[in-house]
């Protein structure tokens, strides 16, 4: 099996651990970091292309993503903490008041 | 000018920006930022309809998901014709909108709103593709929502706004689908008849078909008619502006514009000229039977606007456009005059209340007499007779029935005014205590008056010259109406006019009080009923759509998940 292969199967696997765990968890940090996970599938895939194709683009590509995710973490961590200072129970499920 | 026109629908708002942003700074004075504007846009319309140019301004991939997405003005002699009459109407409504509002807190809102309108319609007019137009489209159905609801807090008022954006909504949604359906590349007006364009799954037929539709629901036609008698509620200025003399004529403006189109359509046609007739007798029996002064006025609109689809129906755009032309100044003037009474009984609207008041406000009188001779068609004096004879001469030679139909409607026009008339104008007072009077606030509502009644009188000569500048822009021009209008249809329309006037007067003299107030009032036709029925089928669907936003995380994730999922599976499917 190629390097290349190699990462791919480990980028696909983080997307789908990522995934489930976005779906599966109801804490709202725990769901955050799983949406980690899956930026950071994603930023291993962008680093490979870069690898491969050997220009300089993708792998600016890739550090802005590191910068998404820091500011989607500081946006993210913001809600969820607002969001314990009002509920006794960290049930994303519960916050379903402005539905339909 | 008319480079300078084709960027017309900028010319009102730095005064929304200016009134917007509380300047001037007196509440007294508030407003008077907004002023210029309808007068500039009157000025250049009028010089460039003189020079008889055109100039057209053209940005392209604009909106590039639409077949023609680029953004088209053009200010050809239509446009500057319907954008000086929008100039003209619209300066008076602001110089009598500073007396009939002056007392209002919300004035200043009102003249933002009021830019806002004329900014969406000169939109409309210059639109040179359907993509502009159905911008002006929606901006003068919103502008209209938010004027007739102005006094939100009277009871009637929001239901009677949500009622024409609704009815407008229904001729937006066809003026979509016609700009969705013509082939790419196609979508300005004056080329939808081309043999590339009308290539679509209807053809030709289809396309007039959208556009009448949406025409239809601008202009309070056939069963769209609903909203606009329930339009009044807004304030009167408004009702003379918006919902007689401009926007709602819109409609027969855009089939004026695309008359190539209809003429490609001949079944569209017959239900257009079928459609107007009923419209123009039906609205005509319903304002006779009307206990609210301006609501009779209303119902006469959509009689008159009746007459100018029937005119388009039987193949005559030119009589429809020149009778679109003389009613606005007609109309506006029988609004503005209605609306002096209106103002000095403290806001009532109802004739019984209004019985005989018309006679303390002698410009409102002569104005309203002025108007109503306009509407029945008095010949050579007053601007109704020449254009309402084209249509009726144009029906008889092209359609004998709807041309017959028409001029028998004459008598229930007659019927109508006459009886608004004698019972505001003619009537003795029961309270003249009623009536409040402020010299200072009435002086810019008289003076308002005095050029409409000019124009009702003096518009009908302007026929020929009409002619002269329009070239083919509206249609081929059989008849060109002449200077002395003594044909016989016009004169036997007169004097159906005049026999049902005399005929309301002395039912009115009889039986004052059953007048003023019928007892069969219901003449809605029907209309809350299946008004009713689509507003409860639409908000089943509303109401369930809403049930997939059920606000539960997960699922949301789910959803997109799914999405992302089945865009990579078609994009690697189609690779």
């Not at chain 2, 679109?324 to 609004?335: E, G, N, P």
């Amino acid at each position: 099996m190629s390097s290349e292969t190699l990462v791919l199967a480990t980028s696909a696997m983080l997307f789908a651990v990522g995934a489930a765990g976005a779906l599966l968890h109801r804490h709202p940090v725990a769901m955050l970091m799983a949406v980690e996970i899956m930026l950071n599938a994603a930023n291993l895939l962008i680093v490979l292309g870069a690898r491969v194709r050997g220009g300089a683009d993708a792998e600016a590509a890739a550090l802005i993503v590191l910068v998404l995710a820091a500011a989607e973490a500081v946006i993210g961590l913001a809600l969820a903490l607002a969001f314990f200072r009002r509920r006794t129970v960290p049930d994303v499920n519960e916050a379903a008041e402005i539905r339909g | 000018m008319s480079e300078l026109l084709a960027w017309a629908w900028i010319f009102a708002l730095p005064g929304l920006v200016l009134t917007a942003s509380g300047i001037p700074k007196d509440q007294k004075r508030a407003g008077y930022a907004s002023l210029p504007g309808p007068v500039v846009l009157l000025v250049i319309a009028a010089i460039a309809f003189a020079q008889g140019t055109e100039a057209s301004v053209t940005y392209l991939n604009w909106l590039p998901f639409l077949a023609d997405g680029a953004f088209r003005s053009l200010a050809d002699p239509l446009s500057a014709l319907l954008l000086a009459i929008l100039g003209f109407v619209a300066s008076l409504v602001y110089l009598y909108s500073l007396g009939y509002m002056a007392d209002d807190p919300g004035k200043r809102r009102f003249f933002v709103y009021l830019d806002l309108f004329v900014a969406s319609m000169a939109t409309l007019v210059l639109a040179g593709n359907l993509a502009v137009l159905l911008i002006g489209w929606t901006g003068v159905g919103i502008s209209s929502f938010l004027l007739i609801s102005f006094w939100r807090d009277k009871p009637g008022t929001l239901g009677a706004g949500l009622q024409a954006l609704a009815a407008n909504a229904i001729g937006d949604g066809a003026l979509l689908l016609a700009a969705s359906i013509v082939p790419s590349g196609c979508g300005a007006l004056v080329t939808l008849h081309t043999a590339e364009c009308t290539r679509n799954p209807g053809g030709a037929e289809f396309l007039a078909l959208l556009l009448f539709i949406a025409a239809a629901a601008k202009s309070a036609q056939g069963p769209l008619y609903f909203w606009l008698p329930n339009a009044m509620a807004g304030p009167t200025p408004i009702s003379a502006l918006i919902h007689a003399a401009t926007m709602v004529a819109a409609g027969v403006y855009l089939l004026v514009r695309t008359h190539a189109l209809l003429a490609l359509a001949p079944n569209t046609m017959l239900a257009i000229a079928a459609v107007g007739v009923a419209t123009a007798l039906a609205a005509s029996v319903a304002s006779y039977f009307q206990a609210n002064f301006k609501k009779g006025i209303a119902y006469s609109t959509v009689a008159q606007l009746g007459y100018m689809f029937a005119a388009v129906g039987v193949g005559a755009p030119f009589a429809a456009l020149f009778h679109l032309f003389t009613h606005a100044a007609f109309k506006a003037l029988l609004f503005l005059a209605a609306g002096i009474v209106i103002h000095g009984a403290a806001g009532r609207e109802g004739l019984l209340d209004l019985r005989g008041l018309g006679r303390f406000f002698p410009y409102s009188r002569w104005g309203f007499l002025i108007g109503s001779l306009a509407l029945i068609g008095m010949p050579l004096i007053t601007a109704g007779s020449y254009s309402k004879d084209s249509i009726i001469e144009a029906g008889l030679e092209k359609q004998p029935i709807v041309g017959w139909l028409l001029l028998g409607g004459v008598i229930l026009t007659g019927l109508y005014i006459g009886r608004l008339f004698s019972i505001v104008y003619l009537a003795p007072a029961n309270d003249p205590h009623t009536v409040h009077r402020d010299p200072d606030i009435e002086r810019p509502m008289n003076w308002a008056l005095v050029p409409l009644m000019v124009g009702a009188v003096a518009f009908g000569w302007l026929g020929s010259y009409l002619v002269g500048h329009l070239g083919d822009t509206a249609g081929e021009i059989e008849h060109v109406p002449s200077l002395i209008n003594l044909s016989l249809p016009g004169l036997a329309a007169f004097a159906l006019g005049a026999i049902g006037f005399a005929i309301a007067w002395w039912l009115s003299q009889r039986a004052p009080a059953q007048a003023a107030a019928p007892a069969s009032a219901d003449t809605s036709y029907g209309a809350a009923t299946w008004v009713r029925a689509i507003a409860d089928a639409g908000y089943a669907v509303s109401s369930g759509l809403a049930r997939v936003q059920s606000g539960v995380l997960p699922r949301y994730a789910f959803g997109s998940l799914l999405a992302v999922a089945a865009i990579v599976l078609v994009r690697v499917s189609l690779r």
